[in-house]
Structure formats: structure tokens, C-alpha cells
Nanobody, 126 residues
Framework: QVQLRESGGQLVQAGGSLRLSCTVSGSSISTYAMCWFRQTPGKEREGVSCLSYGGASTYYGDSVKGRFTISRDNDKNMAYLQMNSLKPEDTAMYYC???????????????????WGQGTQVTVSS
């Protein structure tokens, strides 16, 4: 049973930084694409960032380009999201998701991803 657990979300002031972590258990992530999504009440889920299983391909949503960085450590079975220059509009529940082969999940919407964490709340105050 594959389980994902996010951590690192908290209240931070605008302009600050946070690093979210995603710990995966039950399977190696070495063949999984790893992604971060976020959602606020009343809005659709938004793809924040993704990293292919080999690390060669990345995706960043337009609103986070240049501020967020995704990374992974296959040995530790973890993924990370470094968030800098945070803005109030980054406030959301952030979810880690894993996409095993054949990697058919959408990096934009998260549709088709097999495994999800419970989420970690990020709140950015102005």
C-alpha cells in the first residue's frame, strides 16, 4: 500500500520561504513522476510543479515559475517543494501526488494520478 505524507506547511509572511516535504512509503518512487498540486475552497485543483521519474523533465505552473523549485531524493523516497518569495495568493492546501508507469497522469490537473497525500496547509499573510 503506497502512502504519501506531506509536511512543512505553515503560516508565513509574504516574501518568506517554505520547504514542503513528501514522504512516500510502500513503494520506491524511482519510477514515479512526482508532483505538487494545490487547491483552495471553491477553486479547481491546480498543478504547481512536477518532476519526471528520471528528473529530466519538469513542470511549473505559470504563477510559481521562478519562485518554486521541485526536487526529489529517490534514496530517501522523498520529494520536496522549495517555495520562495511567497505571496498571499499562494495560500492553499498543497498535495503531493505520485504517478507510476505508464505515467498517464495530467501534470496540469492531477487527473489520473494514482497516489495522493492528505495535504499540508500553506498560509501566506500579507
Amino acid at each position: 500500500q503506497v502512502q504519501l505524507r506531506e509536511s512543512g506547511g505553515q503560516l508565513v509572511q509574504a516574501g518568506g520561504s517554505l520547504r514542503l516535504s513528501c514522504t512516500v512509503s510502500g513503494s520506491s518512487i524511482s519510477t514515479y513522476a512526482m508532483c505538487w498540486f494545490r487547491q483552495t475552497p471553491g477553486k479547481e485543483r491546480e498543478g504547481v510543479s512536477c518532476l519526471s521519474y528520471g528528473g529530466a523533465s519538469t513542470y511549473y505552473g505559470d504563477s510559481v515559475k521562478g519562485r518554486f523549485t521541485i526536487s526529489r531524493d529517490n534514496d530517501k523516497n522523498m520529494a520536496y517543494l522549495q517555495m520562495n518569495s511567497l505571496k498571499p495568493e499562494d495560500t492553499a492546501m498543497y498535495y503531493c501526488a505520485a504517478d507510476p508507469p505508464p505515467h498517464s497522469g495530467s501534470w496540469v490537473t492531477g487527473t489520473g494520478f494514482a497516489y495522493w497525500g492528505q495535504g499540508t496547509q500553506v498560509t501566506v499573510s500579507s
